[in-house]
């Protein structure tokens, strides 16, 4: 069945409501239609993500229900304990957030499955954190966390507490693939599964205990807490639970961004609501210069990542990338704890492959192994699920270049919300001490080698898009570029095709002779493909110098592809 065929068919088809063919019918650009219907909305380890509107390849009631009543035929396979312990179902502030996950616990309660559905918008780290206290088989955030406002998404859980890896989304898949038609998804009313004890709404004692058990991890009490913070939520799930986790630690100097406080699914002062970005600073750094705010701290809209920004000595503000952050964290939590004699026997960092190496050489000086997964916490936190199984390893942190950071394991994702709390502890010890953050992240530097990255994303959409994204790949497969500058190509690593500890993935990664590295892969929940640049030099000009060149020839060669 081509596209058009599945437009009409959506179109005739009495199952789908007016207000969906009215929406279709008001379409007049061929290649929205397509894009619209050309494919399902692919269900993988991420679970979905996609524009909001009518369409097989879109986020909808329609396509969020088909996944769900996949999810509900896996966890029966798995048994009556399963349905017992059920799911548990967290929503952010996105356009259509609640009413996605109403539908996901409707269906599953359809199936005698249990479910706990939080009564208002969570983090998602929260989420990985109910799962664990409560013990159910999986979980659900709806969520589309950093990517633009027409944008929503879909993540699903396993018992760990951490997302579903292969094996699981293969079950998924295969269930949804044994569907049929629409009409095939059982379905209760939010109240008969209420009556039935089968919708069970959660919310404040949830809370209550997972701020608790953040406060138990906080590494030092010898810290400034007058120390000043601006902190912007942009609009999303981070606002409350970060202020009050910082509240009861006891800093009294944390400014809200007030444009930036309350839910806004359109994020209508930021626009792309991605912390990575230093735009989305905007109104953080005007405060902030306001206040003479020692840090500025944005989490994206399901709070699991955050980003760091410190004042500099030019009265303004130098924004720190997901990189920097991390090894920052990773001197601090494992110097203070090695001082302190609680850094466990056979401790523990993991990072993702595209992630930068002075973390691991932090480490190394502290006698803790770093261990590489393949991009997404999913993997990262994988490890983690093995260690409480074989003992084998103590997790510590675990981090990836994309500004996510996770701080033991309370939860098996990345957290915004721990993570704020050890960025602000960290530099309020730091201050205490007269020191900025710049000035650690540079004794950092001058003891382990000045490290530079960049990462640029090449964005591509439609159909034409992710054609030619294949071809970026498969070009740079077969001819990787042998030098740049005096730089040789020493090592190429094909995470698709060859064997790694790291597992499979559509990444490549070339190592050079001077101890540089960059790596290509396409994003797997945008349309993009993305360059991962990183240098080691004696200066940090060296290393910065490395850099631009390999982004002038890398990336002219990656666009050359037609």
Same mark, same amino acid.
């Given at each position: ?427 309020? $010890?730091?201050? =205490?001490? @007269? *020191?900025?953050?710049? #000035?650690?992240? %540079?004794? +950092? ?6 490290? &530079? ?78 360059? $991962?640049?990183? =240098?080691? @030099? *004696?200066?940090?000009? #060296?290393?910065? %110098?490395? +850099? ?6 890398? &990336? ?7």
């Amino acid at each position: 069945m081509d596209y058009r065929e599945r437009y009409q068919l959506w179109l005739d088809d009495p199952y789908f409501d007016e207000e969906t063919k009215s929406e279709l019918r008001g379409l007049t650009d061929e290649d929205e239609i397509e894009d619209r219907f050309y494919q399902d909305l692919e269900f993988g380890t991420a679970g979905l993500r996609g524009k909001i509107g009518a369409g097989t390849n879109r986020m909808n009631v329609y396509t969020v229900s088909l996944a769900s009543e996949g999810l509900a035929r896996t966890i029966s396979n798995h048994g009556e304990e399963a349905k017992k312990k059920g799911v548990a179902i967290a929503y952010d502030v996105r356009q259509f957030s609640d009413k996605f996950a109403e539908i996901s616990a409707r269906v599953l309660a359809a199936h005698g499955i249990k479910v706990y559905l939080f009564e208002d918008i969570r983090p998602t780290p929260v989420l990985s954190y109910t799962i664990r206290k409560l013990g159910t088989m999986s979980g659900i955030v709806v969520t589309a966390s950093h990517n633009p406002q027409d944008y929503n998404g879909y993540k699903v859980y396993w018992e760990e507490g951490s997302q579903i890896l292969d094996d699981i989304a293969e079950e998924i898949l295969s269930e949804i693939g044994d569907i049929g038609h629409f009409n095939n998804i059982k379905m209760l009313s939010l109240q008969e599964g209420k009556d039935k004890g089968l919708i069970e709404i959660i919310g404040k004692e949830i809370d209550d205990d997972y701020t608790d058990k953040l406060l138990k991890m906080a590494i030092n009490e010898n810290i400034d807490k007058d120390i000043k913070v601006v902190f912007t939520p942009l609009n999303g799930t981070g606002n409350i639970p970060v202020r009050r986790v910082l509240r009861e630690r006891g800093f009294n100097n944390i400014i809200v961004v007030p444009e930036q406080e309350n839910p806004d699914y359109t994020f209508a002062t930021v626009g792309y609501p991605n912390p990575e970005d230093t735009k989305a600073f905007k109104y953080a750094r005007n405060l902030g210069l306001k206040e003479k705010a020692d840090i500025l701290l944005a989490t994206d809209p399901d709070c699991d990542r955050v980003a760091l920004a410190v004042r500099n000595t030019e009265n303004d503000y130098t924004y720190l990338n997901g990189n920097q952050t991390g090894a920052l964290m990773v001197y601090y939590i494992l110097s203070q704890r090695h001082e302190k004699g609680d850094l466990p026997e056979g401790s523990a960092i993991v990072k993702s492959i595209v992630t930068g190496d002075l973390g691991k050489a932090i480490a190394n000086k502290y006698g803790v192994i770093t261990f590489e997964t393949l991009t997404g916490f999913k993997h990262i936190c994988a490890k983690a699920n093995e260690w409480d199984i074989n003992n084998a390893f103590k997790f510590i942190f675990g981090y990836e270049e994309s500004i996510g950071y996770v701080y033991q394991d309370l939860v098996r994702d990345k957290d915004a919300v721990v993570s704020s709390m050890i960025i602000v502890e960290m530099a309020a $010890y730091y201050k =205490s001490m @007269g *020191k900025s953050l710049l #000035e650690v992240l %540079e004794e +950092v530097y001058q003891e382990f080698g000045y490290f &530079r990255e960049k990462q640029i994303s090449i964005v591509l959409e439609g159909v034409e898009g992710q054609q030619r994204i294949k071809r970026m790949m498969e070009d740079i497969r077969h001819q990787p570029v042998e030098s740049i500058g005096n730089m040789m190509l020493q090592k190429t690593v094909d995470f698709l095709r060859d064997e790694t500890d790291a597992g499979r993935s559509n990444v490549l990664k070339y190592y050079l002779d001077d101890g540089s590295w960059y790596a290509i892969r396409p994003s797997g929940t945008e349309p993009k493909i993305k360059l $991962y640049i990183y =240098s080691k @030099g *004696k200066t940090r000009v #060296e290393a910065e %110098e490395k +850099v631009a060149l390999i982004e002038k020839v890398v &990336r002219h060669r990656m666009e050359s592809v037609e």
